[in-house]
């Protein structure tokens, strides 16, 4: 009889055995190569981390570019262009590429290769934010690089601009014009706000795919009761219209990845967010992060989202229709 007055399914069961999608943002435009030697730089370097962490379990790879000859962040397409086929020859994986680009890049810069590329997703930062990454530079004395220093320190004075016009004008250039979906970058729940009235204005179509960041200095912190209170006010803003991910700058990458997964979100790690492995050890490449949280939630009994799994769910359009 006690099976009878029981609901169907158990609100803690709901979750239990879902499927996770894995991002490896596998560069960035955060750290420098004075911070680790095992940050991707040429596009070598960058084509053979990506294609690793896709066969480590990464369903999708979050890609920005970088000048071979000292790691600056660049915007060229020329240089995407030297990785980007390689990659999507040798896996099945879906690639993410950005739009937020580095720091000081104009948005005509941070859309260049995009637009080349016509790419299946691309990251989309839902609002500008006091970008600060000064702090950094006070762990490091001696740089590989001249620019290295002043390209961190000069944050203390930077907005990352994100406007509602920019935000506008990407969706309609890619979005509508090339069929690629967005990975909403949220760093703070005023984010949640804009994307909500950018929905309103018919910009995107649900469901979107929100990539909630935590611990970036000009962002959200990265204390737990964040992540609970940016899922519940995701969940009042779009219901059931949306997927989440999470992921948290440095140490936190993590216990943030794992506390998403359990409660029935995506993840992504990378070098791009953190450097690390464990406590005060550099991670060997961006495939051992992903292999690390792979186990991790394959022993809470998750299942691990192929890339074709992670395009059903995301509505993509598709490896074929990209323009690489």
Known sequence: MLSQTLPKTLPWRRHVLSKVIITCAVTGGIHTPTMSDALPITPNEIAEQAIAAA???????????RDPKDGRPTPDPA????FLPRIKQATDAVINITTGGGLNMTVEDRLAAPLKAAPEMCSLNMGSMNFALH???????????????????????????????????????????????FEHECYDVGHLYNLAHCLDQGWFRPPVFLQLIF????GIGPDMDNLMFMKRTA????????????L?????????????????????VGLEDSLFIGRGKLASSNAEQVAKIR????????????????????????ADKVSF
């Open 79 to 82: 240089v995407f262009m030297e």
């Open 295 to 318: 186990r991790i939630l394959e022993e809470l009994g998750h299942e691990i989202a192929t890339p074709d799994e992670a395009r059903a769910t995301l509505g993509l359009k598709g």
């Open 55 to 65: 066969e480590a379990g990464a369903a999708i790879l979050h890609l920005h570019a």
């Open 235 to 246: 969940d009042k803003l779009f219901g059931k219209d949306y997927h989440w991910s999470v």
């Open 135 to 181: 702090p950094l530079a006070k762990r490091y004395s001696n740089w590989k690089y001249e620019w290295e220093e002043p390209y961190l320190t000069g944050t203390k004075d930077f907005i990352f601009r994100n406007t509602f016009g920019d935000i506008e004008r990407i969706y309609k250039m890619l979005g509508e014009e090339h069929g690629t979906k």
């Open 215 to 218: 611990g970036i200095l000009g």
């Open 248 to 268: 948290a700058a440095g140490r936190h990458q993590m216990p943030f990845a794992t506390q998403a997964a359990m409660m029935g979100g995506n993840v992504r």
